[in-house]
């Protein structure tokens, strides 16, 4: 069903074009039937549907659609595999199409600003150039199959502490290098059907109302085309947000909201072209959905199943390994930790996803090894163990490590801990946990027994209490509800541990670039850390850390080797690329995949920059003794930094590094690249300072032309001059005999200004 929009608009009232503008219910657009104008259905399902036919509501799950819950967007992350994303997004639109379910709400970009972020299990990185190709796959699988996505949460929405009062202020240099690029990466690469605002204020502004976000960035600088819908509940008040950009109020404040529109357009304050701008948006929208209706259709659970667990296999990082793993199929397993019998698989809040089935780590572990030994080891919910009950729990879990060969212990943060609606305010492990992990070592260290530690959590954790007692180290995430079959994959090593982190593991809270900054007080949040988050900010303070961006072992050995970068285009052209081929070489003994990572540095930029970034990736698996040659292309945006100023992105002529390696603390080759580009500087002006002036070559010349008739003035003098070189010149005309006077001063501004 096709809607003739123009017609439509033309025909609808003023009330109905008004309603349009809200939902008709918590998950369903505005109908208006007497013009044949159907409802369509939205759903929570970053990772997984959650659709509740009817009226529903925003957190339960009792209502909603059995599901295939996939791992979260923390674990799809650290595949670094675009065509897995793909593969999920895909799978994720025949799930909605056999629910009746035209758009996806989701996936979510926000960056991982700080650890503590109580929803970074919805989130995918704290680089936004990983970010942005990840949520691009995903959202191209989604809408491949003729179902909506909506990109979320725009923008700056970094922290659940007092999130939808929070007003988040952060420069614009911050906003446009990490927290808009990867919502601007899938927008132009994808064009999803909806993006949906943030409920924090950027800046003073409500995202719902702000133009600046909705109106100049995301439709004039991006060419958004579709729909913009609020979070839900994030219309404070709906005509400044309609004139803003909000298309559509979710869920609707029926008998508020649209009789505000109207009585706006009626009283004069709201043009009702603006409203009919935004109408047709939505009726484009419902005219998509409707053209690929799924109605009787149907999926496959079992392929689901099967790919929710290769994707869980394939977000397992392994962090430290000393000969544990693979487990020998032989060995003698004892399985302790209350995680592996009573899964914790997904996030709390709107992405719960009711599943299909689960495979826990026990059930898993006994279907692929056999009789594997049990002990719960420590209870879920935080409670002391120094009474009968703990120690009892203690003393069981000793028990079965004894007559065993290896001891597999799984510790995590239990549902409690992180969530939807609240922030953490630490990073460590429960205690009980980490005394069941103790005694189980202490009980292995007499018989030298290894002890393979499994992580199940959705944002990182401390593991300084962990690694003395870890002969191996792995974490898993929340792999969705095949997380126990696909952890067993790997631990067995019929799956090579590909997982390569997409946020850093501190030591500490305490080193976090955004410790003191987050999560702000008094209903603002500084930003205060700027552009250095993650592993951005560890890298200029040259911190240490117990896992760096990108890292990740494998159970065989690569190589890299022959790097060549070859660049193409110009500056001035907009189209400087950089292609960017390297050897890679698989020099085990097992088949395996590996991630190359391509970071950029500018050494010699004029303005502050980081040491260096992520611009470019490629997964690659090669059999043993293998060898392939990979190539990564950069664009011009991989050199850029974006000038307040100039109000646009550049490129500073001179020598760029490109870094090579398998993590952002690996990067064992390099090369450099030499790129021609125009002068980048501001505008000179009576208030640019005689540095500003005498570094440009016109600004000179001028400048020198007429102090004094062309001799130096006192202000030009060598010792003088780091003193008043950063004065504006219209302050040093105020005094007489250091530089021009207010006359010449204005003479020579013009001249510049008129020759440029």
């Given at each position: 069903m096709t809607l003739d929009v123009d017609d439509l608009l033309a025909r609808l009232t003023l009330e109905e074009k008004a309603a349009l503008t809200s939902g008709s219910s918590f998950w369903y657009t505005a109908p208006v039937e007497r013009l044949g104008i159907p409802a369509i259905m939205v759903s929570d399902g970053?990772?997984?549907?959650?659709?509740?036919?009817?009226?529903?509501?925003?957190?339960?799950?009792?209502?909603?659609?059995?599901?295939?819950?996939?791992?979260?967007?923390?674990?799809?992350?650290?595949?670094?595999?675009?065509?897995?994303?793909?593969?999920?997004?895909?799978?994720?639109?025949?799930?909605?199409?056999?629910?009746?379910?035209?758009?996806?709400?989701?996936?979510?970009?926000?960056?991982?600003?700080?650890?503590?972020?109580?929803?970074?299990?919805?989130?995918?990185?704290?680089?936004?150039?990983?970010?942005?190709?990840?949520?691009?796959?995903?959202?191209?699988?989604?809408?491949?199959?003729?179902?909506?996505?909506?990109?979320?949460?725009?923008?700056?929405?970094?922290?659940?502490?007092?999130?939808?009062?929070?007003?988040?202020?952060?420069?614009?240099?911050?906003?446009?290098?990490?927290?808009?690029?990867?919502?601007?990466?899938?927008?132009?690469?994808?064009?999803?059907?909806?993006?949906?605002?943030?409920y924090n204020k950027v800046n003073g502004l409500s995202a719902s109302a702000n133009p600046w976000l909705l109106t100049t960035v995301l439709r004039e600088d991006w060419g958004f085309e579709g729909v913009v819908v609020s979070d839900w509940g994030a219309v404070y008040d709906r005509v400044p947000a309609l004139l803003a950009g909000l298309d559509l109020e979710m869920p609707p404040a029926l008998g508020r909201s649209p009789e505000a529109v109207v009585t706006a357009v009626r009283d004069g304050g709201l043009d009702e072209s603006v409203l009919d701008d935004r109408v047709a948006r939505v009726l484009r929208l419902v005219s998509r959905a409707t053209e690929a209706a799924g109605a009787g259709e149907t999926f496959d659970l079992d392929a689901h199943h099967a790919l929710a667990r290769a994707a869980a296999a394939e977000s397992v990082v392994l962090l430290t390994n000393n000969g544990s793993l693979p487990l020998d199929p032989s060995a003698r397993v004892a399985l302790v930790g209350e995680l592996a019998r009573t899964p914790r698989f997904q996030g709390a809040g709107s992405s719960q996803v009711n599943p299909t089935r689960v495979d826990s780590v026990l059930d898993a572990a006994r279907e692929v090894l056999g009789e594997v030994a049990f002990a719960p080891g420590y209870p879920l919910e935080d409670r002391p163990t120094a009474d009968a009950d703990g120690a009892a729990l203690l003393d069981e879990a000793r028990a079965v490590v004894r007559d065993a060969d290896v001891a597999v212990v799984v510790v995590g943060l239990p549902a409690s801990h992180e969530s939807e609606g609240f922030d953490r305010t630490h990073l460590d492990l429960p205690r009980e946990q980490l005394e069941a992990l103790r005694a189980v070592a202490e009980e292995a260290g007499s018989t030298a027994t290894p002890v393979v530690v499994v992580l199940v959590n959705g944002s990182v954790v401390r593991v300084d209490e962990v690694l003395p007692h870890a002969s191996a180290l792995v974490?898993?995430?929340?792999?969705?509800?095949?997380?126990?079959?696909?952890?067993?994959?790997?631990?067995?090593?019929?799956?090579?541990?590909?997982?390569?982190?997409?946020?850093?593991?501190?030591?500490?809270?305490?080193?976090?670039?955004?410790?003191?900054?987050?999560?702000?007080?008094?209903?603002?949040?500084?930003?205060?850390?700027?552009?250095?988050?993650?592993y951005r900010g560890y890298d200029k303070a040259d911190r240490q850390v117990a896992f760096p961006f990108g890292f990740g072992l494998s159970y065989t050995d690569f190589e890299l080797s022959d790097l060549v970068v070859g660049t193409t285009g110009a500056v001035e052209d907009d189209d400087l690329a950089a292609t960017v081929a390297v050897r890679v070489t698989n020099t085990g003994q097992r088949a395996g995949a590996t991630v190359v990572q391509c970071y950029v540095a500018d050494p010699e930029a004029s303005v502050d920059r980081e040491v260096r970034t992520l611009q470019g990736f490629a997964k690659v698996t090669l059999e043993p003794g293998a060898s392939e040659v990979v190539e990564i292309v950069l664009d011009q945006r991989a050199f850029s930094w974006w000038s307040v100023q100039l109000d646009r992105w550049v490129v500073e002529a001179g020598r760029f590094v490109v870094a090579v390696g398998q993590h952002s603390r690996d990067l064992a080759l390099t090369a450099e690249v030499h790129v021609d580009a125009p002068r980048v500087a501001p505008p000179l002006t009576r208030d640019s300072t005689l540095h500003e002036w005498l570094a440009d070559p016109l600004g000179r010349e001028l400048v020198t032309a007429a102090v004094a008739g062309g001799e130096p003035g006192a202000a030009m003098d060598d010792e003088l001059l780091p003193v008043v070189g950063t004065m504006p010149m219209s302050t040093l005309a105020n005094f007489g005999g250091l530089s021009l006077g207010h006359d010449a001063l204005d003479a020579v501004a013009a001249e510049w200004t008129a020759r440029h």
């Open positions: 970053p990772h997984g549907l959650r659709a509740q036919p009817g009226v529903g509501d925003h957190v339960g799950i009792g209502g909603s659609l059995p599901a295939t819950c996939f791992p979260t967007a923390s674990a799809l992350a650290s595949t670094w595999n675009p065509s897995t994303l793909r593969r999920v997004g895909e799978a994720l639109a025949r799930e909605a199409r056999a629910s009746n379910v035209s758009v996806v709400l989701g996936p979510g970009v926000n960056m991982k600003r700080s650890p503590l972020c109580g929803r970074n299990f919805e989130y995918f990185s704290e680089d936004p150039h990983l970010a942005g190709v990840l949520a691009t796959a995903m959202v191209t699988g989604i809408q491949s199959l003729g179902v909506g996505t909506s990109l979320k949460h725009f923008a700056a929405n970094n922290q659940e502490t007092d999130r939808l009062r929070v007003d988040a202020r952060v420069d614009e240099r911050t906003l446009r290098e990490i927290y808009l690029p990867a919502f601007e990466k899938v927008v132009t690469s994808a064009q999803p059907w909806t993006v949906m605002c943030a974490e898993a995430w929340l792999g969705g509800q095949a997380a126990g079959s696909g952890l067993l994959d790997v631990l067995t090593g019929r799956v090579d541990p590909s997982g390569r982190l997409a946020e850093t593991m501190p030591l500490r809270l305490e080193d976090d670039p955004s410790f003191l900054n987050f999560p702000g007080d008094s209903q603002v949040v500084t930003y205060g850390e700027g552009r250095y988050i993650g």
